[in-house]
């Protein structure tokens, strides 16, 4: 496997360690913020609230798939940068609001929070940028995000990397990230997919695995409104785009927002950029009064069918999963740390370091445990300072002689 990463010239970027926090982690108990009223809750610079229960994706398993090619390295890379804390400077990663790249309705933090799936990023406890308003967002499915350009509520940000650094650096006030951080975290989000969905054709139209009334609804999404013939449900939702044109729109609710695509609707309540609708049917009510379109209650009960029909399936994982055999991969420390020192980026090969170490602990308990690891161990606590030193060619000579695994 030829390993070569080449980073972009840029200034250096200051080690995490030396980057100063401007979000304290809060550890105050609910009670220091009874006095906060939701409607204009405002926390402290120096203040942040952990995140309340939420979905979680699958723990990163480094060792638990062969890795085939640099693409597979980069994802596998990106996939230990999002679910780590390290990345965001606070004490969540992305996955705690994208689980395994998708989102989640049950999150919630205390102060920045009007209903479960929402957060205030507009808030300095959070970030620099404080609007003076309790305004939180809902948090959008990141599935199928190769395909949903431009990205951001308002459709700000036309690829994957701009809108990642944004969401790094503008919304957590992290540390910025190095290149091969970022490019890692880009290509993860490139392989969330979405939902394998038996009752959708290749160019978005139902199967006969729908039901009879999703296919009445199909026929209302496509039909055009009485007051203005020029537009239906499909028209910003185009089916054979994957139920978005990648424009923004005004559909009464404030503003112009970016239409999203429907895929993974069912999976992704509350609705709108500001998850004012709990229920799908909630936003079919939003539509018909917006738009006048007199729906009768059987021709909404449709429409909800065939947006459940369509939003609906089964989500793979963006990486895949140990295999059934539970067999583990050490051999794939290797090209990981040989991907990281190629960079020269000891954030990132230091985070592999400890996640390698965590999985050789988790393995050293089973029964199949080879005689190898407390030696991998060692060397993997060697390499780790040489990385941090700058010595990059040491390092890499270290993972090349020291790491002896069994193939």
Not at 37 to 60: F, K, W
Not at 244 to 270: E, K, Y
Request: hydrophobic residues 40%.
């Amino acid at each position: 496997m030829a390993l070569l990463y080449l980073p972009m010239k840029k200034p250096p970027v200051p080690e995490r360690s030396a980057l100063p926090s401007l979000a304290i982690r809060c550890t105050a108990t609910m009670a220091a913020f009874g006095a906060l009223s939701l409607g204009s809750a405002h926390l402290a610079a120096d203040m942040l609230v952990s995140p309340g229960p939420g979905q979680g994706g699958e723990p990163v398993a480094l060792l638990g798939r062969p890795l085939e090619d640099d693409r597979a390295v980069l994802v596998a890379l990106g996939e230990l940068a999002f679910k780590s804390k390290e990345v965001l400077g606070v004490e969540f990663s992305c996955d705690d609001c994208h689980p395994d790249g998708g989102t989640t309705s049950t999150i919630f933090f205390t102060g920045l929070s009007d209903k479960p799936g929402n957060i205030d990023t507009t808030n300095r406890a959070l970030t620099m940028v404080e609007d003076g308003r309790f305004n939180p967002k809902n948090i959008p499915s990141l599935r199928g995000a190769a395909h949903t350009e431009p990205f951001g509520h308002r459709g700000n940000f036309e690829t994957l990397r701009p809108f990642t650094l944004f969401a790094v650096t503008g919304e957590f006030n992290g540390p910025t990230p190095t290149d091969l951080i970022l490019d890692a975290l880009v290509a993860y989000q490139e392989e969330v997919a979405f939902p394998d969905n038996p009752a959708l054709d290749a160019r978005g139209r139902l199967t006969d695995a729908a039901s009879d009334a999703a296919v009445r609804g199909q026929t209302l999404f496509a039909k055009p409104f009485s007051d203005n013939p020029a537009l239906s449900c499909a028209t910003c939702h185009p089916p054979d785009a994957n139920f978005t044109d990648g424009a923004v729109h005004d559909i009464g609710s404030g503003d112009v927002f970016d239409a999203p695509s429907l895929r993974d609707v069912v999976a992704s309540p509350p609705y709108f950029h500001d998850g004012r609708h709990d229920t799908l049917a909630d936003v079919v009510d939003h539509f018909d009064r917006q738009y006048g379109l007199g729906l009768a209650s059987s021709d909404k009960d449709d429409l909800v069918a065939y947006l459940e029909a369509i939003g609906g399936g089964t989500a793979p994982p963006p990486v895949p999963r140990p295999d059934v055999n539970g067999r583990r991969f050490p051999a794939n420390i290797e090209p990981l740390l040989a991907m990281a020192i190629a960079g020269k980026d000891h954030s990132l090969g230091d985070l592999i370091v400890e996640q390698a170490v965590r999985e050789l602990d988790i393995w050293r308990t089973a029964a199949d445990a080879p005689d190898g690891i407390a030696a991998w161990k060692t060397a993997l606590r060697r390499i780790e300072p040489l990385m941090a030193t700058g010595k990059w060619a040491a390092a890499d000579e270290a993972v090349r002689s020291d790491l002896n695994f069994v193939r």
